[in-house]
């Protein structure tokens, strides 16, 4: 437990110098994006399940369905909250995907790895799975009132996750220097990850004025009624200690850059998603230890 609070403050010690270092010799954040996205964590995703003992198609499809599960409860938490503080547009609409959407990928299958090794980064997974199925259909309907199947279809860490899949069911063994290879290319995906997260956070939110209520009912909802609802629903669906804690940790985590992506393309409110992603992610540096030491009771 105390090695894995120690990777995790280690993670966001990352983040916070790449804030820095932004603007003392500003690097170009999308280029590093692209480098994890299209590389680094598709390898990463590959590489934590090939490494599985066994993958469960029970498990995974339990995982899945939780993950959805969650996210639906969540979403359903904010569209009450806002409808009592009366939104409207393209702000609702941008309330509702940042309260319900996180960064699963950048820095929730790092917080699991550090905290689970490779079978949290495994698990990790499976439920980015059910967090994209989410996005890519109710969360696309919630920006434009339509669905579509397409991004989820292209996405690299979908395309890595059927490879490793494919490659365990078909007992496939990769020779050893693939798989050192793998995990040499493993190791540089986390602080590479949070140089992302760390490299586009914004205080501009502490101006944020009379959208500050709306602001602190976000993130107390993503950090803390997700976490909540994801206990509550794997109890339901009787997961194990180690998918359960996957499960609170991946709801845990802070607002999703995508939620901004979102936002910018469909007309949502895009100053309101950044202060979102930045204000939920600064808090989640005092969050997410006190929910992992939950999680670790």
């Keep these: 437990m105390e090695i894995a609070v120690e990777n995790i403050l280690a993670m966001y010690a990352i983040m916070l110098a790449a804030y820095g270092l932004q603007r003392i010799a500003p690097f170009s954040v999308k280029a590093v994006n692209d480098l994890v996205f299209h590389f680094f964590l598709p390898v990463t995703v590959f590489n934590a399940i090939v490494k599985m003992p066994a993958v469960q198609p029970k498990g995974f499809l339990l995982v899945t369905i939780a993950s959805i599960a969650i996210l639906l409860a969540t979403y359903f938490s904010a569209k009450g909250v806002s409808r009592l503080l009366n939104m409207s547009s393209g702000f609702r609409r941008t309330f509702l995907l940042g309260s319900t959407y996180g960064n699963h990928a950048f820095l929730g299958i790092p917080v699991a790895y550090a905290f689970l090794g490779d079978s949290g980064s495994a698990w990790s997974v499976f439920f980015l799975i059910g967090s994209y199925?989410?996005?890519?259909?109710?969360?696309?309907?919630?920006?434009?009132?339509?669905?579509?199947?397409a991004g989820f279809i292209k996405n690299p860490l979908v395309v890595s996750t059927g490879l490793g899949l494919l490659v365990v069911f078909l007992g496939v063994e990769l020779p050893d220097a693939a798989m050192k290879s793998l995990s040499l290319v493993n190791q540089g995906t986390f602080p590479l990850s949070m140089m992302v997260v760390g490299g586009g956070l914004s205080l501009k939110f502490f101006g944020f004025g009379r959208k500050i209520f709306p602001t602190v009912s976000a993130v107390f909802i993503k950090l803390f009624v997700g976490p909540a609802a994801a206990y509550l629903i794997c109890l339901l669906?009787?997961?194990?200690?180690?998918?359960?804690?996957?499960?609170?940790?991946?709801?845990?985590m802070p607002t999703g850059v995508l939620v901004t992506v979102f936002s910018v393309k469909y007309e949502g409110d895009d100053a309101f998603s950044n202060a979102l992603v930045s204000s939920s992610t600064l808090?989640?540096?005092?969050?997410?230890?006190?929910?992992?030491?939950?999680?670790?009771?």
Excluded: E, H, N
């Excluded at 998918?243 to 609170?248: E, G, H, K, L, S």
């Excluded at 808090?283 to 009771?297: D, E, F, M, N, R």
């Design 283 to 297: 808090a989640s540096i005092a969050t997410v230890p006190l929910i992992l030491w939950g999680v670790g009771q």
């Design 133 to 149: 199925l989410f996005l890519y259909s109710i969360g696309y309907f919630i920006m434009t009132g339509r669905g579509t199947p």
């Design 237 to 252: 669906l009787a997961l194990d200690r180690v998918q359960t804690a996957v499960c609170i940790l991946q709801a845990a």
